[in-house]
């Protein structure tokens, strides 16, 4: 039988809500429709209903009499928190609704069946118009990454929370994943799985490749992968262990996203002089890709904001530069004379980067830290290589970032998936490219 989750939606001091159709109340003989509001005013949460208020305790549970006829709507959602194409919307869901106080904020919980789940995170991490070989394979290790979490989050109430962040006066190595969810499964945003309920428009296609791969994990030695994946690789994918917590998952090690080596280049791109000429030159790979047919089928309208996946650049004044590292990271060198790689991954991401100053020098990792140390919201990657310009008396003017890839890149590449579903690989085959030695079976 398959599992109910709980979803954290949205995190605010209030929460509006739309209800159509009848909820109850859990707990009680109260029953609401309509629009509704909770607020959290002197440490007190007041609910607002049909022009009335009222007192209420936490936290607030609403279960649908008609589960699969009805839905709520949540004002005000923000998407892509923190990434460059954040913004707010209305999102609509299917299943119950929770409202929790954490941090004194207000927290909108969904809970519903993970397949139901699973059907907006297709529709939403991706076009729901994607071939049914890439939707299968994203159904598998959606389902697999998110079952992963919950057993994750399970160990980590035995064991306590996870150390994720080492700091020395002269360094500061973090990784950021979803230990923080401690009231809920996962969250809805890129920090976990993109998750936007019946917001965007799911199709048959979708539903047909959920039911299909019904209950379909990735597994290794038993055990249900923790199966990332990111929008592009950058040609070769990335080390679990590069990004997140210092654990080896023999399944997610570098992959060349490719059929076979590109001429001229090494298969692990972690030394400088191979990772320069990887991240500055242009290997054929399956996400080198400008085919707008595919990539539309990928990408939703707002992650077609960005062009430049594969390869990119970003120029930063000094002026720039310093303020992002005050602003971001908390991190005053004085004026940026260099920014030292120290260590790389196989796909030529940064783990570890020195900037060095005129007041002093200091190192940040990993990957998801140093993308948001140069840019208000994030780096595509961090697969770069910093370019110096206008030096005077030792100052750089600024610095130009060439980059390579759009997100983690361990796991499926998902623009990579896309393509090989388009040259006629089915879901499986997809999957055994990116997943070395995992194995697919039927849990539930």
């Known amino acids: 039988m398959q599992p109910k989750i709980k979803v954290g939606i949205m995190f605010a001091p209030q929460v509006s809500f739309s209800l159509h159709g009848s909820f109850r109340i859990s707990g009680s003989d109260q029953w609401l429709t309509g629009d509704a509001m909770v607020e959290l005013v002197n440490q007190e949460a007041l609910l607002h209903v049909k022009g009335k208020t009222e007192k209420l305790s936490l936290p607030l549970h609403l279960v649908p009499q008609e589960p699969a006829n009805q839905y709520f709507d949540l004002k005000e959602v923000t998407i892509g928190i923190n990434f460059h194409w954040e913004r707010k919307e209305d999102q609509r869901f299917t299943g119950e609704l929770s409202i929790i106080e954490e941090n004194g904020l207000l927290t909108a919980v969904n809970i519903l069946p993970l397949e139901d789940y699973l059907k907006s995170v297709i529709s939403s991490e991706m076009s729901a118009t994607s071939s049914d070989e890439l939707l299968k394979a994203h159904a598998v290790i959606s389902r697999s990454w998110l079952l992963a979490q919950i057993d994750k989050g399970e160990q980590l109430l035995q064991q306590g929370p996870q150390q994720s962040c080492f700091e020395t006066p002269e360094e500061r190595v973090r990784w950021y994943d979803r230990e923080d969810h401690v009231n809920f499964d996962v969250c809805a945003d890129d920090h976990c799985q993109r ?137 005053n060198v004085g004026q940026v004379l260099d920014l030292e790689p120290l260590q790389r991954g196989p796909s030529g991401r940064l783990v570890r980067l020195r900037i060095v100053g005129t007041e002093r020098s200091f190192v940040i990792g990993k990957e998801l830290e140093i993308r948001k140390a140069f840019s208000a919201s994030h780096l595509y990657s961090a697969a770069f290589v910093a370019e110096k310009h206008e030096v005077k008396q030792g100052v750089p003017a600024g610095f130009t970032l060439r980059g390579a890839g759009w997100g983690h890149g361990v796991g499926l590449c998902q623009i990579g998936a896309a393509v090989m579903g388009a040259k006629g690989y089915n879901w499986e085959e997809i999957l055994q490219h990116y997943f070395r030695g995992a194995e697919i079976a039927k849990r539930y």
């Open 195 to 331: 998750y936007q309920g019946i917001t965007r428009a799911t199709t048959a296609a979708v539903s047909k490749a959920i039911d299909q791969t019904a209950g379909r994990v990735l597994q290794y030695d038993g055990k249900i992968c923790d199966a990332r994946y990111s929008k592009c690789c950058g040609g070769i994918s990335e080390l679990f262990e590069n990004a997140w917590e210092p654990v080896h998952h023999p399944y997610l090690v570098p992959v060349m996203d490719n059929d076979h080596a590109p001429e001229g280049f090494s298969h692990i791109a972690s030394d400088e002089e191979t990772a320069r000429r990887w991240i500055l030159g242009n290997p054929n790979a399956f996400c080198n890709t400008s085919d707008k047919q595919v990539l539309s089928q990928v990408l939703n309208d707002y992650d077609q904001e960005t062009p430049d996946f594969y390869r990119w650049s970003v120029s930063l004044s000094q002026e720039e530069i310093c303020r992002l590292l005050r602003d971001r990271i908390q991190v």
